[in-house]
């Protein structure tokens, strides 16, 4: 093409009015108006914004529906003591708990804050809002083990959950056969000086845990509590067995989205947090 070194200057002088162009309209944006450039700006805010309360929403609106099935009629089976073998009902053996049960402390925290109580101080503090709990004393469901770091209450929803699982469970032990036995609570509403006090003794445990916020309990997967001897009808059940039948009811639980379930290798426990 002839001249090709004047379309390449033309090309240059024409990028470098445009660039002077724009670079003079900013100055003149900046002395005119110098507010709008103190003002911080990022492209993901209002998209942030959005989605910041969309999760909230979607929270709330989990909980809405887990009230509706935790409070649902329950379908009342008969609960046959004398069955023969072959109206027994097997035990499902899950393989791979952690992965089975793998919601983590961030999901747990997020569900825990939008749903539970402030965290407390202290235990003066948390008797200041027992009118925003339950107390969980023993029933026929479950057993609460001697707290040291923790005190049995829970917000009325984690309350319910907590006693549709163990009810979940004593229907599915007499479906299969079984004596039977209370679950075990090892762990509930932690105020923040008793996750200094725990953290002091296991350097291990999370410094927030939804624990503060009444959501949250564990419960054994080692110990049981028998509550009827065995007899001709109902078998004695191992530990082993007792384990995968409450990890079958918290695998239930968990499909139908009433809950978060974290395996817990060196305490033992499923830990566990109301949705």
Not at 67 to 93: E, F, W
Not at 140 to 154: A, D, E, G, K, Q
Not at 223 to 237: G, I, K
Request: proline share 5%; glycine share 4%; hydrophobic share 40%.
């Amino acid at each position: 093409m002839p001249f090709p070194f004047l379309r390449h200057q033309r090309a240059k002088i024409v990028f470098l009015s445009l660039f002077w162009t724009l670079l003079s309209l900013l100055l003149l944006l900046w002395v005119c108006c110098p507010a709008w450039f103190r003002q911080p700006f990022s492209p993901f805010s209002a998209c942030s914004s959005e989605n910041s309360e969309a999760s909230t929403d979607s929270i709330a609106l989990q909980r809405q529906r887990v009230d509706r099935i935790l409070r649902a009629p329950r379908q009342n089976q008969a609960l046959v003591v004398a069955r023969t073998a072959k109206g027994v009902h097997t035990v499902s053996h899950i393989d791979g708990y952690s992965e089975t049960f793998a919601d983590l402390n961030p999901q747990h925290l997020t569900t825990a804050r939008q749903i539970g109580i402030p965290s407390c101080k202290d235990r003066n503090a948390a008797t200041g809002r027992v009118d925003e709990l339950v107390y969980i004393g023993d029933n026929p469901y479950f057993h609460v083990r001697p707290l040291n770091y923790s005190i049995p209450y829970l917000v009325p929803h984690a309350a319910t959950l907590l006693e549709e699982i163990g009810r979940s469970f004593l229907d599915s032990l007499t479906l299969k056969g079984y004596a039977f036995q209370q679950l075990v609570v090892t762990s509930v509403l932690r105020t923040d000086a008793d996750v200094a006090q725990l953290r002091q003794r296991n350097r291990n445990a999370a410094a927030e845990s939804a624990h503060s916020y009444g959501t949250t309990f564990d419960i054994s997967y080692t110990h049981f509590l028998p509550l009827v001897a065995p007899s001709q009808h109902l078998r004695n059940a191992d530990p082993y067995t007792l384990k995968c039948i409450l990890a079958e009811v918290l695998r239930d639980q968990r499909q139908k989205g009433t809950c978060y379930v974290k395996y817990e290798v060196h305490q033992s426990c499923f830990h566990i947090s109301a949705r």
